[in-house]
């Protein structure tokens, strides 16, 4: 081998070996990571060039590529769905569930943390944390089983027999079928599942807040909803404001667990309430076999949440100097 | 001389106190319904604050018997283990090999890891490419999608950080290879956060219903949530049970019963395992999130 000094270390050639020697030196890791790469372009990258199926009439027999194209210069199917009667009842339902969503459960996390906060009494917090983190995990198919039993329109029924003793109403109520109540009841079952999970995050935060802060708060004098909002609020304000933006972008899917709730709860009678994008594009495409009309739909459903996702943090960065990027 | 400052003097503790004790309260009456109706075999039910009315375990009886219901029982448990295993250790295996960052080529594995959280085809694309690759109605199309999992893959990058050089020098100057290392060392290491996403990964592949219902068709394949999706949601159960249901003539009402037992087998396992994990997984969360 020549003498170093007599070597240029910027060779490219020179350099390219010592590449390659790096990497046969680590090739076991790279085999580490290997599957996790043939999964990723497998099951994320192939599906990507489908979405040209949006502009196209797709047909299986022919496939992606030999299939013709839509009409109106590929946007036939985006004209049928803005024309579609459906498409201002399945918008409405999704943002109205969205909107209600985002105004009302971003909130009680946050009480229910600084609630565990405030109280002592150690066995007593864990117990309950724990009894509300439960529902998390118990998936939306059984919540929605419970909820069909003890919301069942037969006269027996939990929620029956409490209206009817009290006198609150005078025959059985069915409200799952019903689509004024609808909205409302997804909400608040969402807020029974998530509420504890939610908490978790802002308990991390508020456990890692400086306690000189707090001291100082007491020495000038204040007591405990002086701390709360000097001291705690401010600090868990950029957590929330992330958890925002994140929401605003999930707004053409629901927001939160709609998808599941709404598939499993819905029914032939709450159906003016209950169809949101998702489940139209569903009902279209997996099932109904219109695959060019639903993709047309989901590609519709990225763009807005990619653009809400935008504002939403634009708008953040205006009002309160904080936002995600 | 000062007096601790008992809990009982401070009226808006005790606000809080009740709070949280309705509020519990309110998240377990729903499981007790569930769980007490089951038992009972009488046709009302009701709201319910002791016991069944007539007690029964016909109801479970029945479901330990039916053949489509065991095999979906089967294939559920047999996804939750094949499928949260591949993946945790998958997902950590991965973080080991990216956890310096000063691998070749490191940033070309993120940034093709990274891209596709914001773009995607969308679920018909998603769909025909499962069927192109031949997964659609196999079991594999249960377990393979979800082998790796970025989120995962972050925060086990996180905590393997966490743990000293020198261990690792040690035994890589007694000769062991980098795989030795990860599995000798790392994995025991990061026990709490590994036992937090097996319990994640788990009652995920437990819960699974949507591909039951649009990527399998065989009635073989079917889960546990699938069939109680199914069945939740419909009077007349009979064409989801074997055989033997058509035979017991049962009226509408008792589907009710039957449900419910079904619903119970389905969240046992998770309420069951979960208090265990809890351990864990508080402490796997707080190693992975907040030190980022």
Redesign the interface.
Known sequence: MQPTATRDKRDPLELRKQ?VR??VN?R???L??L???I?????????????I?AFKNFSIFKG?WGSPWARNSGFEHFVDLFNSPLFGLVLRNTIAIAVLKLSLLLIPPII?AI??T????TG?KK??Q??????H???W??V???M???L?P?P???IN??LMSLGLVREPVDIINNPVWFWPLLVMSEM?KEV?WGS?LYL?VI??INPELYEAVYIAGGG?WAKIRYVTLPSITSTFVIVFILACATIMSGFGDTFDQV??LN?AANRSASLTLDLY??RI??EGGQ?SF??AI??FK?IINLVLLISANHLSKRVTDKSLF | MMRKARAIDDPILILFYSMLIVWSLAILYPFYYVVINSFNGALRYGLVLDWPRVFTLENYQIIFKDDRLLRAMFVSALRVVIGSSITVFNCSMCAFALRKQRLALCNFYLILFTIPMFFGGGLIPYFLNLKRLGLYDTFWVYVTPSVFQFFMVVIFMANFREIPDAMEESATIDGANYFRVFRSIFLPMSMPVIATFLLFAGVGQWSAYFDNLYFVRKESLDTLAGVLLRIITRSDISQYMSEMYKDWGRTQADTQGIKLATLVVSVVPVVAIYPFMQRYFIKGIKIGAVKE
């Open positions: 590449w790096r990497f680590e076991v890791l790279h580490m990571i599957p996790s790469v999964a990723v372009i497998l099951f994320s990258y192939f599906p990507m060039p489908g979405i199926i992606i229910l609630i565990l405030e109280i002592r009494g007593f117990v309950t724990t009894i509300s983190y439960l529902p995990f118990v998936s198919v059984i929605g089983g419970i069909f039993s003890l069942s037969m027996d029924s939990p027999r409490v029974w504890g978790i991390a456990a890692g405990r598939f499993v029914t594009a569903l495409g997996l695959y639903a993709t989901g590609l990225s």
